[in-house]
């Protein structure tokens, strides 16, 4: 049986960057790993992270004709950040994502330790699953 709860759904792989590192390196690393997002350490001690989406860098690198390479991931990631427990359904996911207006989720497990992320493409491939009958091949 399909399960649709977002540790299901998840995408295991999660790249960490320090604050004080360029756009530029930011792009770079997601470019090389191809993913659209990457999470901001903040704080060694307390634990607190930001995120920085390829949104960010349309909306406040492009958008705003800033150089990537003189601007810093803090002066525009977005905090504080927004997770999502891995036991949540998808649809409790989805709702948020569209209450807050975001496309990128932080999974985080019970220890509020991130272990995954989900992001917008990741509910295609649910939707299909979710229109299929048990046993169908959806890929």
Request: negative net charge; hydrophobic residues 45%; charged residues 25%.
């Given at each position: 049986?399909?399960?649709?709860?977002?540790?299901?759904?998840?995408?295991?792989?999660?790249?960490?960057?320090?604050?004080d590192v360029t756009v530029s390196e930011a792009l770079s690393r997601m470019?090389?790993?191809?993913?659209?997002?990457?999470?901001?350490?903040?704080?060694?001690?307390?634990?607190?992270?930001?995120?920085?989406?390829?949104?960010?860098?349309?909306?406040?690198?492009v958008a705003q004709d800033k150089n990537p390479s003189q601007v810093l991931?803090?002066?525009?990631?977005?905090?504080?950040?927004?997770?999502?427990?891995?036991?949540?359904?998808?649809?409790?996911?989805?709702?948020?994502?569209?209450?807050?207006?975001?496309?990128?989720?932080?999974?985080?497990?019970?220890?509020?330790?991130?272990?995954?992320?989900?992001?917008?493409?990741?509910?295609?491939?649910?939707?299909?699953?979710?229109?299929?009958?048990?046993?169908?091949?959806?890929?």
């Amino acid at each position: 049986m399909i399960k649709f709860t977002v540790k299901e759904w998840m995408n295991e792989l999660v790249v960490f960057i320090e604050p004080d590192v360029t756009v530029s390196e930011a792009l770079s690393r997601m470019r090389r790993r191809y993913i659209n997002s990457l999470i901001v350490k903040t704080n060694d001690h307390h634990m607190a992270y930001g995120i920085l989406t390829s949104r960010d860098v349309s909306d406040k690198i492009v958008a705003q004709d800033k150089n990537p390479s003189q601007v810093l991931v803090k002066e525009i990631m977005t905090t504080p950040l927004i997770t999502i427990n891995q036991n949540s359904s998808l649809k409790e996911c989805a709702v948020l994502m569209k209450e807050k207006h975001i496309h990128h989720l932080p999974v985080i497990n019970d220890e509020e330790r991130i272990v995954g992320m989900i992001s917008a493409t990741d509910f295609l491939v649910a939707a299909e699953a979710m229109g299929t009958a048990p046993g169908d091949r959806i890929i």
